[in-house]
C-alpha cells in the first residue's frame, strides 16, 4: 500500500520568496543602479539632480544623501546603499557620493566572482581584508601639515562643484573655518548648536556672513517695542503668557455688568502681572516658545521690555545655551539666577522680514553664518554646502589628520591592496585584488566627470604614483589633468576616507551573503 506524500506550505500563499542566484542578482543589480544614480555627482565638475516629489516640490542638489533621502527607493538591497550615505552624511557630513559609488562598486565586482563560482563567505572574508588594508593605506597617506594652514582648502575642497551661487567656494570656506575655530579649540566634542547655519532669501549669495551670536528669523511682538536693547538681561520661556485655564470644566454665570467688569479687571490683574513679574526681575528681553497674549504684549511694551513669541524650540535653545539663561515653564516665581546675559540684542531690517540678532551671550560662544541667495533652491543648496564643510572642518580637526584629495588616497589605497594580495592565501586573493578595483573606481569617476578618458587616466594616474608617490585627478577649466593635489591645496579629512571604506564595505558584504529574500504581498 503506497502513501503519497501531501505538500507542505510553509509561506502562506501571499508571500513571494526569491533565493540562491536569483536573490542574489537581484540584490547586487538594485544595489548597482543606487550608486549609479548619484555616480555622475561625484568631484569638482558634477552635475546636480532635480528630484520632484509627488506634490511637485522640487530639490536641485549634488548631495548624495539628499538625492537619495529624497528618492522613493522601495527595494531593500537598494535601501541598504541608502543608509550607507545616511552613515557617512552621520558620522563625518561629507563623502556621501564616494561611500554610495563605492559600495556599488564593491556589488558590480562581487558579482563577477560569484560567476567564477567564489562562495559569498569568502568574498566577504576578502573584502574584510582588503578594507583592513585599505585603512592602513589611509593612514600612510595623513599629511604631516600643520591643520590650521590647511582647514580652509579642506572645507573648500568639500564645496568645490556644489550650487554656491555667485560666490566662490573659497570666501565660504574662510568664513566656515572663522566660525569653527571662534567655538571649537580641539578640546573635547563639538558641539553643532554652536555654529548655527540660518538661511534667507533676497540678496545675493556674496552676501552670506558671519555673525558672532545666535540670529534668529523673529521679529519683536509690538511694532513700539525696542529695536536694540545693549546689556540686555535675557529670559527664556517655555509657557504662554496668557490667561491660566482651569484644568476642569467649570461654568461662571455672570448676572450683571459689575461682575463682568470684576472678570476683566482680574484677567488684566494676572496678564499685568506678567510683565510686572519680569520687570521686578530685571528683564529686559522676553524670547517665548510659545504666545504671549496681546494684552501682555502691551503691558510689556509699557515697561520697556522687549519680547519675542513662538520661537522654535532650537532657536530658544541656541539663545539659552549662549546666554546662560534657563528655559523658564513659570514666570511666578523668579530668581536672577534664571537669566541670560547679552551685550546686545538687535532687530535688523532685510527686504520685507526682521531678523534678530543676540550678540556677546555670556555662557558660550555661538556664532551664526548667515546664508543668502536669490532663490530657495540656491539657499537650500548653500546651506547643504556650508552644512558639510562645518562637518568636514569639525572632523579633520577631531580625527588631526587629512590627506591629498582628488582621488590620490583613493589611488593610494588600490596600489597597496593590490600590493599585499600577493600574500593573502586562497581564493579570498581574488576578492582582495577586486576591492582594489573597485576602489580606483572612484578616480576613473572623477575623470569621466571632468571630461577625460577615464583608461588614459587611470593609466597616467598609476604610472604618476609610481613615480612621485602622488596622483589625483585636478579639474582645469572645462576638462582634467593628473597631477599633484597637495600641490594645488586639494584635502580630505582622512576621517571621511575611512568611514567611506567601512560603511560601504559593511553594506556591500551584507548584500553580498543574502541567498534568501521572502517577502510578504
Known sequence: MSTRMQPLYVLSGNSDRTHGADAQRSN????????????????????????????????????????????????????MIVEVAQTQEEGVSDGTTTASVLAGELLAQAEHLLDDDLHPTVIVEGYNEAARLAQEAIDEQVLDVRLDDVLAAVAESSMTGKGTGDVTADVLARNVVNAVRAVYDGEGRFDPDDVRILTHVGASSSATELVEGVVVDEEPVRDGMARTVEDATVAVLTTKLDVREGEGDAEYRITSVDQLEAVIDAEDAELAGYAEALDEAGVDVVFST????????????????????????????????????????????????????????????????????????????????LVRGGTEHVVDELERAISDAVGVTVAAIESGGVVPGAGATEIAIAEHVRAAASGVHGRQQLAVEAFADAIEALPRTLATNAGMDPIDAVVELRATFDREGVAGVIAVGRTGEIGDPVAAEIFDPAAVKREAVTAATEAATMVVRIDDVIASN
Open 28 to 79: 547586487i543589480r538594485a544595489g548597482k543602479v543606487v550608486a549609479n544614480a548619484v555616480r555622475t555627482t561625484l568631484g569638482p565638475r558634477g552635475m546636480d539632480k532635480m528630484l520632484v516629489d509627488s506634490s511637485g516640490e522640487v530639490v536641485i542638489t549634488n548631495d548624495g544623501a539628499t538625492i537619495l533621502a529624497e528618492m522613493d527607493i522601495e527595494h531593500p538591497a537598494a535601501q
Open 290 to 369: 510659545k504666545s504671549i497674549a496681546d494684552r501682555v504684549a502691551a503691558h510689556l511694551e509699557r515697561r520697556g521690555i522687549v519680547a519675542f513669541e513662538s520661537l522654535k524650540t532650537g532657536d530658544a535653545r541656541a539663545i539659552a545655551r549662549a546666554t546662560g539663561a534657563k528655559q523658564l515653564g513659570d514666570v511666578r516665581e523668579l530668581d536672577a539666577a534664571d537669566f541670560g546675559h547679552a551685550d546686545r540684542v538687535s532687530v535688523a531690517d532685510f527686504g520685507a522680514d526682521d531678523l534678530t540678532f543676540v550678540e556677546g551671550g555670556d555662557a558660550a560662544e555661538t556664532v551664526t553664518l
